[in-house]
């Protein structure tokens, strides 16, 4: 099946932790996206990547670190310096051109802050 | 900055009508506009991407239409369904990789 996945599906940290949201896709697509969702409000972009080896920085870039050593992957790292961390991930991918740049959306992660 | 707001925020509507949701931005300078739907609890569906030259895209009982130049998109579903009870986002894509979404309209069709 072609897609995106991201586990864990629920995660819960202790204040003072790092945590880190794995997610992996098989879409052959240059670019993916990490997205923050609080409850009843949109998507808040976080970090997003082009081309492997390369990442940007997004709104709420804040306590959080990524890294894209391969296409297919990029995980998201929660860390100890993000105050409010207790929400809804997601990840996507794209072709990562311009005007074609249909995102697709893997199940999400929820972290929740004990 | 882009600024996505999506109206109304909220719907309920009877099963069989016919419904518009509306999602206005304040830019236009977009490449393409997308709609997802969202699930409770879920990722989001891509729905439909309306590119930035067209006007209109069709999915079975969907219609999205787009005003680039006023900013405006709508979403349109004919003969609703209860299965059709979601949230709704639009994103519009003003460069490369970068989308802004809207807060959602949160559909519910009563059978």
């Known amino acids: 099946d072609g897609g995106i996945t991201q586990s864990p599906k629920y995660l819960f940290r202790k204040e003072g932790q790092n945590v880190t949201l794995s997610c992996e896709q098989n879409?052959?697509?240059?670019?993916m996206y990490w997205y923050r969702q609080d409850p009843g409000q949109g998507l808040r972009l976080i970090y997003y990547?082009?081309?492997?080896?390369?990442?940007q920085k997004g709104d709420i870039a804040e306590g959080y670190s990524v890294s894209r050593e391969k296409k297919e992957s990029f995980p998201l790292t929660v860390t100890s310096a993000q105050k409010n961390p207790t929400a809804f991930y997601l990840c996507?991918?794209?072709?990562?051109?311009?005007?074609?740049?249909?995102?697709?959306f893997g199940p999400g992660t929820r972290l929740t802050v004990l | 900055k882009q600024e996505v707001t999506q109206i109304p925020a909220a719907l309920s509507v009877p099963e069989g009508e016919n419904l518009v949701l509306n999602c206005s931005f304040t830019?236009?300078?977009?490449?393409?506009l997308q709609w997802f739907r969202q699930d409770p609890g879920k990722g989001l569906t891509s729905l439909l991407l309306?590119?930035?030259?067209?006007r209109e895209q069709t999915s079975g009982r969907l219609n999205a239409s787009l005003d680039k130049s006023s900013g405006r998109s709508t979403l349109y579903i004919a003969a609703s369904q209860p299965g059709d009870s979601a949230t709704y986002l639009c994103?519009?894509?003003?460069?490369?990789?970068?989308?802004?979404f809207g807060d959602g309209t949160t559909l519910t069709v009563k059978p």
């Open positions: 996507a991918s794209s072709s990562g051109t311009s005007v074609y740049n249909e995102q697709f």
């Open positions: 879409l052959n697509h240059d670019a």
């Open positions: 990547s082009q081309i492997v080896n390369d990442f």
């Open positions: 830019d236009s300078a977009i490449y393409n």
């Open positions: 309306i590119q930035s030259s067209q």
């Open positions: 994103a519009p894509n003003t460069n490369a990789g970068k989308s802004t």
